[in-house]
Nanobody, 124 residues
Framework: QVQPVESGGGLVQAGGSLTLSCAAS????????MGWFRQAPGKEREFVAA????????RYVDSVKGRFTISRDNAKNTVYLQMNSLKPEDTAVYYC?????????????????WGQGTQVTVSS
């Protein structure tokens, strides 16, 4: 199993950038597809981006395509979310999650292990 731990959140002005990191403990990190989700106050947790085990396949929610980039470094057991051109509507708690699967899934219920989340606040 793996235990994800997110970092890198903070307060940024609209149009700015942030990079989130997710370090996952465990020796089998490369066996997991990794995803980023977010949850704004009063809203359900939603899929943002995911990457497959080898890092050569990715998926994004339409609202972040062209602005966010997910990547991973299996040697460092870490997955990243580079967020550019941030908007106030990107404000949320961002969660990293691991899915013991080959395919990239977008559903919350597909993911087995979750981090505690990191707050991202985008001011207008």
């Amino acid at each position: 199993q793996v235990q994800p731990v997110e970092s890198g959140g903070g307060l940024v002005q609209a149009g700015g950038s942030l990079t989130l990191s997710c370090a996952a403990s465990g020796r089998t990190f490369s066996n997991y597809a990794m995803g980023w989700f977010r949850q704004a106050p009063g809203k359900e947790r939603e899929f943002v981006a995911a990457i497959n085990r080898s890092g050569d396949g990715t998926r994004y929610v339409d609202s972040v395509k062209g602005r966010f980039t997910i990547s991973r470094d299996n040697a460092k057991n870490t997955v990243y979310l580079q967020m550019n051109s941030l908007k106030p509507e990107d404000t949320a708690v961002y969660y990293c999650a691991a899915d013991f699967a080959i395919a990239i899934m977008t559903g919350v219920r597909n993911y087995d292990y979750w981090g505690q989340g990191t707050q991202v606040t985008v001011s207008s």
